[in-house]
């Protein structure tokens, strides 16, 4: 089977090399050529320029940690440190993160106490119902309903607390952030790269400042959270914005807009299609970021899961796991049900003729306060009445061990001795002088003089931050994984694009997975290997494969119908017509695919860390117990810049290929 | 009928639009007028070449060519919502170029109203609040901004769809929309951007008599955009043609068919129903002394269409009287034959 996969994926490569022509051997070129040069002419090489000396490199870990100190100490205006304003900032947090707190479940105190969770079920039903229909409603009716009667729903409510708070309020930002950007131009061109080099850091950098910052704490989580959620929405807004028809901006101007008319009576709504994907995305982040900052201290659902984790009790992980993935399932189906809504006129006839669904809510919430005050067990469902799952996961895995634990082992065992080993040998005679030279001339081949020299700047960062050994290790571990993502996401893909029925079923299998928070891929790698190199990489895989299988169907499907015609037409058999016709015209696609795959990899390869690894992702783990803000930065840094390389080369490439094939 | 260019409502004079690095320096380098091929060999894209028209009050002024003529670009100068690299646009008579932006938006709040051709409707208000949308940014309050609104939408037919959103009405009905959100501010002039041609050509042709009928009530000044010349001919009363950026002719669609200017003109007009658009005074020829004619006669400014039964099927050609009853001219069965057959270009008139 493996072999199988292995030989198709080299005949994918030999017939992309074939069926492309002169840009099938850049790709080989583009494969082999880092290989050749460390394998030739690595060893010849001084070593300065294999590796930078130690006390050559760049101190920017000191440095940052200088200016933290500096913010941390030293008082402005002679009043209060840096670090006094954000904690004060930080404190305004707890409003509303209190106040949602209260509605959702808490209480706010013996004799008004919060929603019952039949209300917060009902709420969730008449939500579902309105903004797509009866079975949107069923579905997050039933959602609620597991959190409740599997005995989650306390962790469940202050988890989504956090989502409800942070999101809106990382939301406003990214809106009037994208929207002075679109205003001044100076300010988008500031903005652009930074929104850039955030969204490719991983979760855990924001994490360390936040801490040093504001203090460990639920708090902490949340603003680490509304940190990481926001460059989504600023970036969305700027292009939602930039998208709108001149003719409406026009029939804006020709009414007589303002500027300011025109902004918010105008471009807003009008860009709003793309401004709700940004809302939908800003959901989703929190979430995932909101699961991963009970590191730093955020209660809730992420925060028992760490523990059940810490402790190997992967009965009870998974149980939260499953929790978790329902909520993400629901957030996601629910906020996307609202980026779809189209407005329909209403109704004409008394209020709740013209607003049934707010009345329905109303009722819900009256009669289930009612209902509550008599039937406790409707307020919260008592814990003797919980179902609990978990001897069953356990008894599951134990079974799962004792069948497959041999074959596991030899599996692991064969990739580690046979590949991974002798790969991350090789991996570590790349000499940094090899990476700039590659980086620079692919980069200055594909974009020109600029996107070469942003290039030859993340190179040269990586050699000089004094992690290029670790680098090394992470580009390891992330290319295996990249590889093996590619190699199952193309068949996936392939063979998913082959009938309408099965794109939407395996489309909707990936939509699913897509949502859940990167965590949860921890759960089942822990299950079957346990903790360490191979573990990890396993969770990267199952994470990082989305992308690729979600990019190569897309890009199968949208090879226009005519072209497919044409070839059937001249006698192409099917297999010509996906080899020869479709998979070319689909690279690009594919090849943006495999760019979010890296992408991915490189978020979970941090992580991964925590089921031990020796990669960048053990560092900002350990700078984390030290509470090193410089480290986690200049490594966060590391990992984000490694991800932009491969962006850029790759986007410039595809943009290339896209052009030369007219599919732009 | 000369009129003179104080009368109108809208002229621009030797307006240009260039796109490039510096279109103003590269213009004055040249003294403003600029020869064609410099244009191009510096770098420049000449949307609007020296154009000059005037739109006199109640007029409908059709700006016909192709896509990527200029005639978008030229009206959007008139409207000024493209700023022109050279030249003047007079609006009563002022500079539209030299007034300040308050007073512009001042303008375009009463005065001007446009149409077009993707309907540009806000997607998230009703029929309702898009009509009234230019009354609500005037800061009209609501309820004189909705009255008035529902009498404009029952006047383009839409009448009882003013709660509905725009996706859930037809192009047709959406292009309405557009025309009546055009017309709330009771413009005196009106721009429309090739309004009927993102439209099937059945519902085109009812948008263009509904049109005719809003126009002959409401004598508003207009600047019509199309590429469709049958369209042109049905609506204008002066038709502009446009060809990469210039204004090559403008005339009457009689004028455009019997005397076209260039060849450009010409094989736009070569496939036109001229017997349906010229007069019989237009393809008439001179009294003849001692001439045989027959017993029936024609007036001088019935289409050539509507007579065509009667002229040929007599043998001897007709009498052509004026108003008054006076001979002017002879119409024969070869003339109107020629015209209905032959794809030469009529000479006569």
């Given at each position: ?8 994926g ?44 130690q006390?050559?490199?760049a ?14 100490r ?56 309105y ?51 679109y ?17 490719a ?15 460990i ?8 959270t ?84 810490r402790?190997?009790w ?69 814990k ?6 978990a ?22 065992d ?80 392939i ?27 921890l ?5 079957l ?35 497919v ?47 031990g ?51 732009e | ?22 279109p ?10 600029p ?127 003013d ?29 429309l ?37 049958d ?19 403008i ?99």
């Amino acid at each position: 089977m493996a072999e199988a996969a292995v030989l198709s994926g080299e005949l994918t490569v030999r017939r992309w090399v074939a069926g492309t022509g002169q840009s099938g051997i850049r790709v080989a070129l583009f494969l082999l050529a880092p290989s050749v040069f460390v394998l030739l002419i690595g060893p010849l090489l001084p070593e300065w320029l294999r590796i930078v000396p130690q006390e050559w490199s760049a101190p920017f870990v000191g440095w940052i940690n200088a200016a933290v100190e500096v913010l941390r100490r030293e008082e402005l205006l002679g009043l209060l440190t840096f670090r006094d304003m954000t904690r004060a900032i930080a404190n305004l947090i707890d409003y509303p993160l209190d106040f949602v707190e209260a509605i959702l479940v808490a209480g706010f105190s013996e004799s008004v106490p919060g929603l019952p969770w039949i209300a917060v079920t009902g709420l969730a039903i008449v939500l579902g119902w309105y903004l797509q229909g009866r079975q949107l409603g069923i579905i997050a009716g039933v959602c609620f309903a597991y959190m409740a009667i599997f005995g989650k729903w306390e962790l469940s409510m202050v988890t989504l607390s956090v989502v409800l708070v942070a999101a809106p309020i990382a939301g406003a930002i990214g809106v009037a952030l994208g929207i002075v950007a679109y205003k001044k131009r100076w300010f988008e061109a500031l903005l652009w790269p930074i929104l850039n080099v955030m969204q490719a850091l991983p979760h855990f950098s924001y994490m360390i400042p936040v801490a040093i910052f504001i203090g460990i704490g639920h708090k902490a989580g949340t603003i680490a959270t509304i940190i990481f959620a926001f460059p989504v929405m600023a970036r969305l807004t700027i292009l939602g914005l930039k998208g709108v028809l001149p003719e409406v901006r026009e029939a804006g101007i020709m009414a007589g807009c303002t500027r300011r008319q025109m902004l918010w009576k105008v471009e807003l709504p009008a860009a709003r299609p793309t401004l709700m994907v940004g809302v939908n995305q800003v959901i989703m982040l929190c979430l995932a970021m909101v699961v991963l900052a009970s590191f730093v201290g955020a209660k809730g659902l992420g925060h028992d899961l760490l523990n059940r984790l810490r402790s190997l009790w992967i009965g009870q992980a998974l149980e939260i796991g499953v929790v978790i993935v329902f909520m993400a399932i629901i957030l996601d189906r629910l906020s996307q049900a609202w980026a779809r809504k189209e407005p329909e006129h209403m109704r004409e006839g008394p209020f709740h003729v013209r607003h049934p669904f707010l009345t329905a809510g109303a009722a819900v919430v009256v009669v289930s306060y009612i209902l509550a005050a008599f039937v406790p067990a409707l307020q919260l469902w008592p814990k003797s009445l919980s179902i609990t799952t978990a001897p069953l996961w356990d008894a599951l895995i134990d079974d799962i061990i004792i069948y497959a634990f041999d074959y596991l082992e030899l599996i692991k065992d064969t990739l580690l001795v046979h590949v991974l080993i002798p790969m991350r040998d090789l991996y570590l005679m790349l000499p940094w002088s090899a990476l700039l030279v590659f980086a620079v001339t692919v980069g200055w081949y594909y974009g020109g003089w600029q996107v070469a020299g942003i290039q030859a700047l993340f190179a040269l960062y990586l050699a000089f931050a004094g992690y290029w050994e670790r680098t090394l290790i992470t580009a390891y571990m992330v290319s295996f994984a990249v590889v093996v993502c590619v190699i199952i996401g193309s068949i996936v893909g392939i063979w998913a694009a082959a009938g309408p029925r099965r794109t939407k079923v395996v489309e909707l299998i990936l939509d699913t997975f897509q949502t859940f928070p990167s965590f949860i891929y921890l759960i089942p790698a822990i299950m079957l290997f346990n903790v360490n190199d191979f573990a990890a990489i396993m969770a990267i895989v199952i994470y990082a494969t989305i992308p690729t299988t979600r990019l190569t169907i897309f890009g199968l499907r949208t090879v226009p119908q005519d072209i497919v015609e044409a070839a059937i037409t001249s006698g192409c058999t099917p297999r010509q017509v996906l080899w020869k016709v479709r998979m070319p015209l689909a690279f690009p696609a594919i090849m943006l695919g495999i760019n979010q795959t890296i992408m991915y990899a490189l978020f979970m390869v941090v992580i991964a860390a925590f089921i031990g690894t020796t990669d960048l992702g053990q560092e900002i783990f350990r700078s984390k117990a030290d509470n090193n803000a410089g480290q986690s930065l200049v490594v966060g840094l590391c990992i984000a810049f490694m991800g932009l390389i491969a962006d850029q080369l790759i986007n410039a490439w595809a943009r290339e290929r896209k052009k030369v094939l007219g599919l732009e | 009928m000369e009129r003179k260019a104080l009368d109108a409502k809208i002229a621009c004079r030797s307006v240009w639009k260039l796109y490039g690095r510096d279109p103003e320096g590269f213009l004055a380098a040249h003294g403003g007028a600029p020869p064609d091929g410099a244009i191009e060999a510096d770098g420049y894209i000449p949307a609007v070449r020296h154009a000059s028209l005037e739109v006199f009050p109640g007029e409908i002024l059709v700006i016909m060519g192709l896509s990527g003529s200029g005639k978008s670009t030229l009206v959007r100068c008139l409207s000024r919502l493209i700023e022109p690299t050279a030249g003047e646009v007079l609006f009563d008579g002022q500079d539209l170029l030299k007034i300040p932006a308050k007073e512009l938006i001042e303008i375009r709040r009463h005065k001007m109203g446009m149409v077009f051709q993707h309907f540009a409707l806000l997607p998230h208000r009703t029929v309702l609040q898009n009509v009234a949308f230019p009354l609500e940014v005037q800061g009209i309050d609501r309820a004189t901004r909705e009255k008035r609104a529902l009498e404009i939408i029952e006047l383009v037919g839409l009448k009882g769809r003013d709660r509905y959103y725009p996706r859930e009405l037809s192009g047709g009905q959406q292009q309405r929309v557009g025309i009546a959100r055009s017309l709330a501010v009771e413009p005196d002039v009106w721009f429309l951007d090739e309004p009927f041609s993102a439209l099937d050509p059945l519902i085109r042709r009812e948008m263009q008599d509904e049109f005719l009928r809003l126009q002959t009530m409401l004598r508003k000044t207009i600047a019509f955009i199309t590429h469709d010349f049958d369209e042109a001919i049905r609506l204008a009363d002066r038709i502009a043609i446009m060809n990469e950026g210039r204004i090559v002719q403008i005339g009457t669609p009689e004028e455009l068919v019997t005397r076209p200017a260039d060849d450009y003109v010409a094989n736009f007009t070569r496939d036109v129903a001229r017997e349906k658009l010229l007069t019989v005074a237009s393809v008439m020829e001179p009294p003849a002394d001692g001439q045989a004619l027959s017993d029936s006669e024609v007036r001088q400014t019935e289409k050539v269409a509507d007579v065509a039964r009667l002229i040929v099927a007599s043998e001897l050609p007709l009498r052509v009287a004026d108003d008054s009853g006076r001979t002017v001219g002879t119409i024969s069965r070869a003339r109107v034959l020629d015209l209905l057959f032959s794809r030469e270009p009529v000479s006569g008139g």
